[in-house]
C-alpha cells in the first residue's frame, strides 16, 4: 500500500486551492483555533458542543470507552431528542419561524412553522402511544419525502421509540426483512408516492410485505396522492387516527444512550445491517457539524439537501442536525427533472436558499443537462454548497463551484457513513482553503489516519486503508441484534490498535491533504499497481465527451484484474463508435498513464445505481466478466441492466 502507483502521482497533481474570501472568514460559524483545542483536551470539546442542547440532566462523564468497541458519550445524562428539535424552539420565542418548506412534485406546498411542527409532533406521539409504543419499540417507517415523514419520525424519538426508516423506493422483500429483523410493531406507510409526474402505489406493496409479518400490530396510512387502497382490519389513516389527538404531550428525557433508530445499510454479505445510533452523542456531533460544516445561521439561512430521508444524510443533515440548529429548510418530495431540468434551480431561487448539499451523482446529472439550465435563474442566494456520498471529481467540483457557486461559494465535500452518524471529514468553509476533489481534513474533535497493511500511518503522498483511530459521539453503537457482526466488520481488521475501519481507501497528498479512492473492494490491481475505479472515472470524465463513468476491475488472466469502463457519452457523442472509444483509452493513458489504460471501455445508455445514487459495480463486474447479471433489487431502476445488456448485444 506504501508503494505509489501511477494513478496518486495524478491525483497529487490537483493545485488548485480556494481560500476564504475575508469577508466570509470574518463571519465564519467555525474557528481555526478549534483544531488545536480539540486535540489539546478533545472530551472538553466535545463536552463543550453538547452544550448546544438541552440537557434536563448533566452528564457526569464525557465518555466512557470502557467497554469498547461499545462507547458511552455524555454517561448519566438524560434529554428528549425531539424536545430538543422543536419545543426549545418554540419556547425561545422562535414558534413563527418557518422550520420547514415543503414543495410537492405536483407542485403544491406547505410551510410549517416551529410551532405547528410541535403540534404535529405532540398529536403523532400521543397516537403511537394509544397504540402502546413506549420507549425502546420499533416502528417502521416507510413515506416519501412529505412533511409526516419527519413528524413521525420524531414522534417516536419523543417516546424513546425507534425508528427504521426504510427508503420509499424500496421492493416489499426489503421492507419484510427489515420489519422482521426489528420486530416492528407499527408501520407508518403512505396510499402512493409521486415519482416522475406519476403516481405510484405504496400501500399495496406494504400489504405484500407484511403478509404474515407477525410482530405488526398496526399500520397507520397517510393520505398523498388520493389513490384507492385496500384498508384491512389493522390499517388506520393518519388523518383520522392522528390529527384528532390531542397538541398536549410532554416529552419524557431519557438517558444519554437510550437508543434513537435504526438505520440498514448493505454490507459484503447479502443481509442488510441494522446499523444502531443513540440519543446524547449523535444529536451532539449532528448539530455541531451542520453549525460549522454549513456555516448555518439560524433565522438567516434557508438550507436545503436534496437527500431522501431513508438515508443517513436525510437522518441526520434534513431531520436532526438542522431542527436541533433551528433551520428554515426546504424539503421537496420528487425528482430533479419534473416538470423539468431546471426544477432545484427554481426552488433554490424562489425560496432564496443559501445552503445546498447534494450528491457528485447528481452534479454529474446537471452536468449532462448544461450549464445553461441553472444559468437561466437566479443562484446569487447560495452561499456554501456541501457534497456527499462518494468521491466527487475535481472536474464536477470545479463546476458546481463555477455555475453553481458563481465561483464563489466554498465547496464542502463531506465524508462519512452511515455507521459515523456524522460528517467525519470536510473542509470547514471560512478556515480551509478548499481543493477540487479532496475531503481534506477531519473536523476538530475527529481523529482520522491513513494506515498501510500493517497499521503504521503513511507518509504524505501515501495511500492506504481509512481508520478512525479515536472514539465520536454520534458512532454507530451497534449492529442491531448482532455484536459479533458488529466487531468484526469494523473492529477486526485492526483489532490490536483499536482502531475502527471504514472500508474506504485513501491517500494523503502532498499538503497532508486527506483524498478518498472509493471502497477498498473498489480499488483494482493491475500488475501488481493498484488503481482506484474513481481515479479512472475521474479521468474518463474529464473528457468532453464523458457525462458519466463506471468502472470495474475485472479478471483478466495476464495482469490480475483488467479495467473495464462503462460510460455514457454526451449529445452528439453518445453513438460512440470504435474511434471515440479508442480515444478514451488514450485519454485515460495520457491522464494517469498508461497502466490506467482501459481494457475495455463499452458506452451505455444508463448506469446501474442505487437509490442513494451509488452506482453497482458489482453487477457491472458480471456484465465485464460474462456472467449472468445477480440480484438487482436494490438498483433504483431494475430495467437498467436489461438496457446495458441489449444495447451491447445489438453491438451499440
Ligand atoms: C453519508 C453516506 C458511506 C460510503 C463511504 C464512502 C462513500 C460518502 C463520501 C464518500 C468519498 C465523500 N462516501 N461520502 N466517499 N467522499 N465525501 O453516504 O453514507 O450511504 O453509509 O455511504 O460512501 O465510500 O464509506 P453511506
Given at each position: 500500500m506504501t508503494e505509489q502507483s501511477p494513478a496518486l502521482d495524478n491525483l497529487l497533481t490537483e493545485n488548485r486551492t480556494f481560500?476564504?474570501?475575508?469577508?466570509?472568514?470574518?463571519?465564519?460559524?467555525?474557528?481555526?483555533?478549534?483544531?488545536?483545542?480539540?486535540?489539546?483536551?478533545?472530551?472538553?470539546?466535545?463536552?463543550?458542543?453538547?452544550?448546544?442542547?438541552?440537557?434536563?440532566?448533566?452528564?457526569?462523564?464525557?465518555?466512557?470507552?470502557?467497554?469498547?468497541?461499545?462507547?458511552?458519550?455524555?454517561?448519566?445524562?438524560?434529554?428528549?431528542?425531539?424536545?430538543?428539535?422543536?419545543?426549545?424552539?418554540?419556547?425561545?420565542?422562535?414558534?413563527?419561524?418557518?422550520?420547514?418548506?415543503?414543495?410537492?412534485?405536483?407542485?403544491?406546498?406547505?410551510?410549517?412553522?416551529?410551532?405547528?411542527?410541535?403540534?404535529?409532533?405532540?398529536?403523532?406521539?400521543?397516537?403511537?402511544?394509544?397504540?402502546?409504543?413506549?420507549?425502546?419499540?420499533?416502528?417502521?417507517?416507510?413515506?416519501?419525502?412529505?412533511?409526516?415523514?419527519?413528524?413521525?419520525?420524531?414522534?417516536?424519538?419523543?417516546?424513546?421509540?425507534?425508528?427504521?426508516?426504510?427508503?420509499?423506493?424500496?421492493?416489499?422483500?426489503?421492507?419484510?426483512?427489515?420489519?422482521?429483523?426489528?420486530?416492528?410493531?407499527?408501520?407508518?406507510?403512505?396510499?402512493?408516492?409521486?415519482?416522475?409526474?406519476?403516481?405510484?402505489?405504496?400501500?399495496?406493496?406494504?400489504?405484500?410485505?407484511?403478509?404474515?409479518?407477525?410482530?405488526?400490530?398496526?399500520?397507520?396510512?397517510?393520505?398523498?396522492?388520493?389513490?384507492?387502497?385496500?384498508?384491512?382490519?389493522?390499517?388506520?389513516?393518519?388523518?383520522?387516527?392522528?390529527?384528532?389527538?390531542?397538541?398536549?404531550?410532554?416529552?419524557?428525557?431519557?438517558?444519554?444512550?437510550?437508543?434513537?433508530?435504526?438505520?440498514?445499510?448493505?454490507?459484503?454479505?447479502?443481509?442488510?445491517?441494522?446499523?444502531?445510533?443513540?440519543?446524547?452523542?449523535?444529536?451532539?456531533?449532528?448539530?455541531?457539524?451542520?453549525?460549522?460544516?454549513?456555516?448555518?445561521?439560524?433565522?438567516?439561512?434557508?438550507?436545503?439537501?436534496?437527500?431522501?430521508?431513508?438515508?443517513?444524510?436525510?437522518?441526520?443533515?434534513?431531520?436532526?442536525?438542522?431542527?436541533?440548529?433551528?433551520?428554515?429548510?426546504?424539503?421537496?418530495?420528487?425528482?430533479?427533472?419534473?416538470?423539468?431540468?431546471?426544477?432545484?434551480?427554481?426552488?433554490?431561487?424562489?425560496?432564496?436558499?443559501?445552503?445546498?448539499?447534494?450528491a457528485p451523482t447528481l452534479i454529474r446529472t446537471?452536468m449532462k443537462?448544461?450549464?445553461?439550465?441553472?444559468?437561466?435563474?437566479?443562484?446569487?442566494?447560495?452561499?456554501?454548497?456541501?457534497s456527499v456520498g462518494e468521491p466527487i471529481n475535481p472536474e464536477a467540483w470545479m463546476w458546481y463551484r463555477?455555475?453553481?457557486?458563481?465561483?464563489?461559494?466554498?465547496v464542502v465535500d463531506t465524508w462519512w457513513q452511515?455507521?459515523?452518524?456524522?460528517?467525519m471529514i470536510s473542509p470547514?468553509?471560512?478556515?480551509?482553503?478548499t481543493k477540487p476533489g479532496s475531503a481534506q481534513r477531519?473536523?476538530?474533535?475527529?481523529?482520522a489516519k491513513v494506515v498501510d497493511d500493517?497499521?503504521?500511518e503513511v507518509g504524505k503522498g501515501g495511500g492506504g486503508y481509512l481508520v478512525?483511530?479515536?472514539?465520536?459521539?454520534?458512532?454507530?453503537?451497534?449492529?442491531?441484534?448482532?455484536?459479533?457482526?458488529?466487531?468484526?466488520?469494523?473492529?477486526?481488521?485492526?483489532?490490536?490498535?483499536?482502531?475502527?475501519f471504514a472500508g474506504d481507501g485513501a491517500k494523503y497528498d502532498n499538503d497532508g491533504d486527506i483524498w478518498l479512492l472509493g471502497r477498498v473492494d473498489d480499488v483494482m490491481n493491475v500488475s501488481g499497481h493498484r488503481i482506484s475505479t474513481t481515479e479512472v472515472e475521474s479521468a474518463l470524465v474529464s473528457h468532453p465527451t464523458v457525462a458519466e463513468a463506471a468502472v470495474v476491475g475485472a479478471s483478466d488472466?495476464t495482469t490480475g484484474q483488467g479495467i473495464v469502463a462503462f460510460v455514457i457519452l454526451r449529445?452528439?457523442?453518445?453513438?460512440?463508435?470504435?474511434?471515440a472509444v479508442q480515444e478514451l483509452r488514450n485519454h485515460v493513458a495520457k491522464e494517469i498513464g498508461p497502466i490506467a489504460k482501459p481494457r475495455q471501455i463499452m458506452v451505455v445508455?444508463?448506469l446501474p445505481k442505487t437509490?442513494s445514487g451509488k452506482i453497482m459495480r458489482r453487477l457491472l463486474r458480471?456484465v465485464a466478466e460474462?456472467?449472468?447479471?445477480?440480484?438487482?433489487?436494490?438498483?433504483?431502476?431494475?430495467?437498467?441492466?436489461?438496457?446495458?445488456?441489449?444495447?451491447?448485444?445489438?453491438?451499440?
Open positions: 481560500p476564504p474570501t475575508d469577508e466570509f472568514a470574518a463571519q465564519a460559524n467555525a474557528k481555526a483555533d478549534w483544531y488545536d483545542k480539540a486535540d489539546a483536551d478533545r472530551e472538553a470539546f466535545w463536552a463543550e458542543q453538547a452544550e448546544r442542547l438541552h440537557w434536563d440532566t448533566k452528564w457526569s462523564q464525557v465518555l466512557d470507552w470502557s467497554g469498547a468497541p461499545f462507547a458511552k458519550w455524555f454517561v448519566g445524562g438524560k434529554l428528549n431528542v425531539a424536545y430538543n428539535c422543536v419545543d426549545r424552539h418554540v419556547e425561545s420565542g422562535h414558534g413563527e419561524q418557518v422550520a420547514i418548506h415543503w414543495v410537492g412534485e405536483p407542485g403544491d406546498t406547505r410551510d410549517i412553522t416551529y410551532a405547528q411542527l410541535k403540534d404535529e409532533v405532540s398529536k403523532a406521539a400521543n397516537a403511537l402511544a394509544s397504540l402502546g409504543v413506549t420507549s425502546g419499540d420499533r416502528v417502521a417507517i416507510q413515506l416519501p419525502m412529505i412533511p409526516e415523514a419527519i413528524v413521525a419520525m420524531l414522534a417516536c424519538a419523543r417516546l424513546g421509540a425507534m425508528h427504521s426508516v426504510v427508503f420509499g423506493g424500496f421492493s416489499p422483500a426489503a421492507l419484510r426483512s427489515r420489519v422482521d429483523d426489528a420486530e416492528a410493531k407499527v408501520v407508518i406507510t403512505s396510499d402512493g408516492q409521486y415519482r416522475r409526474g406519476k403516481a405510484a402505489p405504496m400501500k399495496t406493496n406494504v400489504d405484500e410485505a407484511l403478509d404474515g409479518a407477525a410482530s405488526v400490530e398496526k399500520v397507520i396510512v397517510v393520505r398523498r396522492t388520493g389513490e384507492e387502497v385496500p384498508m384491512g382490519e389493522r390499517d388506520v389513516w393518519w388523518h383520522e387516527f392522528v390529527d384528532g389527538q390531542s397538541t398536549e404531550h410532554t416529552p419524557e428525557a431519557f438517558d444519554s444512550e437510550h437508543p434513537l433508530f435504526i438505520l440498514y445499510t448493505s454490507g459484503t454479505t447479502g443481509k442488510p445491517k441494522g446499523i444502531l445510533h443513540t440519543s446524547g452523542g449523535y444529536l451532539t456531533q449532528v448539530a455541531y457539524t451542520h453549525h460549522v460544516v454549513f456555516d448555518h445561521k439560524p433565522g438567516e439561512d434557508v438550507y436545503w439537501c436534496t437527500a431522501d430521508i431513508g438515508w443517513v444524510t436525510g437522518h441526520s443533515y434534513i431531520v436532526y442536525g438542522p431542527l436541533a440548529n433551528r433551520a428554515t429548510q426546504v424539503v421537496y418530495e420528487g425528482t430533479p427533472n419534473t416538470p423539468h431540468e431546471g426544477r432545484h434551480w427554481e426552488i433554490i431561487q424562489n425560496h432564496k436558499v443559501s445552503i445546498y448539499y447534494t446537471f443537462w448544461g450549464e445553461d439550465i441553472p444559468a437561466k435563474y437566479d443562484l446569487s442566494s447560495l452561499r456554501v454548497l456541501g463555477e455555475h453553481i457557486g458563481a465561483g464563489k461559494a466554498p452511515t455507521e459515523t452518524g456524522s460528517i470547514l468553509p471560512g478556515v480551509t482553503s477531519p473536523l476538530p474533535g475527529i481523529s500493517t497499521a503504521t478512525l483511530d479515536k472514539p465520536w459521539p454520534s458512532m454507530l453503537r451497534g449492529i442491531w441484534g448482532d455484536d459479533e457482526r458488529f466487531r468484526e466488520t469494523y473492529w477486526s481488521r485492526f483489532a490490536d490498535q483499536g482502531f475502527y488472466p449529445g452528439a457523442a453518445a453513438e460512440g463508435g470504435d474511434e445508455p444508463e437509490r458480471d460474462n456472467r449472468q447479471i445477480g440480484d438487482v433489487t436494490t438498483l433504483a431502476d431494475s430495467s437498467v441492466m436489461e438496457l446495458i445488456s441489449s444495447g451491447l448485444k445489438s453491438g451499440k
